[in-house]
């Protein structure tokens, strides 16, 4: 008897998910579907599962589906996932139409003070993020996906770049190293993905592979717009090589640390204060600021700790860090808050920026503030906390004619 094959998550009941066996015979194709929406959608799941199959030219053989509550993009990536997996020759995607919503786009200094993690397998977890207002949203692929279960989440993800809103947020994906991490771009760059987070890296070479195969997919794709970088550090030799990596692309936009993989390599233990990464997190801000990009601190691993992930907030701001990851929506405020600017900073950078405004409408290259000249990098880092505090509206946009009143 043919064994068939499986995709789809353990467990009891999924939710918003669905688990899908394919068993390969020269039998005319026959669908059996097992669903608790059955009543309300089981006859458009139905339409769907045999859509699938006729994109990929499946024709025999027989699909049993399990159904949680699963929506159209989530049905078809499994499907289209265990068709695959069952015929590897199989050409072809089955492309849901892409929401005017998901076409989004973003900017190289924009905001990343928070990127919510998701693992790319779990899409009940994708399906409201971003009501939690993170500034960017990563779909991993790489480390919290088990490996029989790439590419389904590969597919899964594709379908949410192209059916989910996520509102303002950038949308990330993490991919995986190798051969994996090719297919990932081969598959995600396509539909709308802003940014591209690259694990583990530890020399330019591997961000000009990434950037070769995003611009040739690109290029056979018609994509016009920029697909943005942020290679992971996460080893010693990474950290050596920080600076060489920053400046490898044009596209790259942050530079990140990750602690969890970076204490196993130098074989210290991760402590909550933090001394055995202060050399390495160092080298990232140092390098990110040589290279003129961002430079983006470790996840805060304890979920239950709102006091910690405070105080590690403030360490990375004070090391000179623009943004902190995130493994759950509740810490996304509290790193907000956290790297808001004080009253202080803003009082004084309105003033900076007051000053260079005057400076530029008189035609003057040095700008002064009382007796003392203003630095361009001074200034740059004035009118982003200018920035920061109108976003956060604790600056009214109208503060420049109010002052001037």
Known sequence: ????????????????????????????????????????????????????????????????????????????????????????????????????????????????????????NQPKLMLNAGIHQPDGIILDLEDSVAPIEKEAARYIVRNALRALDFFDAER?????????????????VPHNVHLVLIPKVESATQIQDVDKVIKNTSRINKRKDSVYL??????????????????????????AIGLEDYTADIGAERTVSGRESFFARSMIVNAARAAGIQAIDTVFSDVSDEKSLRASVREAKSLGFDGKGCIHPCQIGPVHEEFAPSEVDIERAKEIVLAFDK???????????????????????????????????????????????
């Open 230 to 255: 942020m290679p992971i550090i996460e080893s010693g030799r990474g950290v050596l090589k920080a600076l060489e990596i920053a400046e490898a692309s044009s596209n790259i936009v942050a530079l």
């Open 359 to 405: 400076a530029t409408k008189k035609g003057l290259g040095v700008v002064s503030l009382g007796s003392k000249m203003i630095d361009p990098p001074v200034v740059k880092r004035s009118q982003r906390i200018v920035k920061l505090a109108t976003a956060m509206k604790l600056l009214n946009e109208n503060w420049k004619s109010n002052h001037d009143k």
């Open 1 to 120: 008897m043919t064994k068939p094959f499986r995709t789809g998550p353990e467990g009891d009941k999924p939710r918003s998910d669905l688990r899908v066996a394919y068993t390969s015979n020269s039998n005319p194709l026959s669908i059996g579907l097992h669903s608790r929406v059955e009543g309300y959608y089981g006859e458009s799941i139905r339409r769907l599962a045999s859509a699938v199959c006729k994109k990929l030219e499946v024709t025999t053989g027989h699909l049993k589906i399990e159904d949680f509550g699963a929506v159209p993009f989530v049905i078809a990536a499994r499907l289209e996932a265990v068709l695959k997996q069952a015929n590897p020759m199989l050409k072809g995607e089955y492309l849901l139409p892409f929401k005017k919503f998901a076409k989004g786009k973003s900017s190289r200094d924009r905001f990343r003070r928070s990127r919510l993690y998701i693992p790319g």
């Open 172 to 188: 990330m994906v993490r991919i995986n190293q190798g051969k994996l991490g090719v297919k990932d771009l081969e598959c995600i």
